[in-house]
C-alpha cells in the first residue's frame, strides 16, 4: 500500500512477508532494518492460514529505490518465502486502537453517542472512564482521536497495520503449493 507521507515528503509503502515460523525470525527481519537505518513505521507478525508460516505486515516511509533495496534484502533471508508490496488500490489495511477515556455520569452518553458513529465499540466501563476499541484506516483512527479529545484521553495504545490484498488470489509462496 502507498501513501505519501506530509510529515517525512517519504512515500509510505506497505510490505506483506511470507516467512518460515522459525525461531529468531522477528529479530532478524527487524535487524534488517535497523543495520541499513530504514524508517521502518511499524511491523506486525502473526501465524497465517498455513500451519508454520508467518505474515509480517511492514509499513516503512521510503522513496522506490528503498523499498526496492527492502524488498532484495528480505529476499536474501533464507526463511523468508515472498514478499509483496500491497498498493492502496488493490488492498485493504486495518490498525486497532484502545483508548482510555475520561467518562462521568454527565458526558458517558454523549461518549457513548461519539464511539457508535465511528463503528467503534466500549470494551470496559469504569466510574471514571471508558475503554473504546476501533479499528479502521489511520484517518479513521485520528478523527476518533479529534473527538474523543474533549472527553480527556487518559492513555492510548494502536497497533500497527495488517493487510490483504484485495480478490480471490491468495499470497502463497510457490513452494506451499
Excluded at 127 to 133: D, Y
Amino acid at each position: 500500500m502507498v501513501a505519501n507521507n506530509p510529515t517525512t515528503g517519504r512515500t509510505r509503502h506497505t510490505l506483506s512477508v511470507l516467512v518460515e515460523d522459525i525461531e529468531g525470525i522477528t529479530s532478524r527481519v527487524a535487524a534488517l532494518f535497523t543495520r541499513r537505518g530504514y524508517n521502518l513505521v511499524s511491523i506486525v507478525s502473526a501465524r497465517t492460514e498455513t500451519p508454520g508460516i508467518n505474515r509480517f505486515t511492514i509499513v516503512v516511509d521510503a522513496d522506490d529505490v528503498v523499498i526496492e533495496q527492502v524488498t532484495k534484502q528480505l529476499n536474501k533471508i533464507i526463511p523468508v518465502l515472498k514478499v509483496v508490496e500491497l498498493e492502496q488500490e488493490t488492498s485493504v489495511a486495518r490498525a486497532i486502537m484502545l483508548v482510555k477515556v475520561a467518562a462521568n455520569n454527565e458526558n458517558r452518553a454523549q461518549l457513548v453517542s461519539a464511539v457508535d458513529i465511528f463503528r467503534a465499540r466500549i470494551i470496559d466501563v469504569a466510574p471514571e472512564s471508558v475503554i473504546v476499541e476501533a479499528t479502521g484506516t489511520p484517518k479513521k483512527l485520528k478523527a476518533l482521536l479529534n473527538v474523543l479529545e474533549p472527553f480527556g484521553i487518559r492513555e492510548l495504545v494502536q497497533s500497527g497495520h495488517v493487510a490483504l490484498g484485495r480478490g480471490p488470489k491468495a499470497m502463497a509462496p510457490s513452494k506451499l503449493h
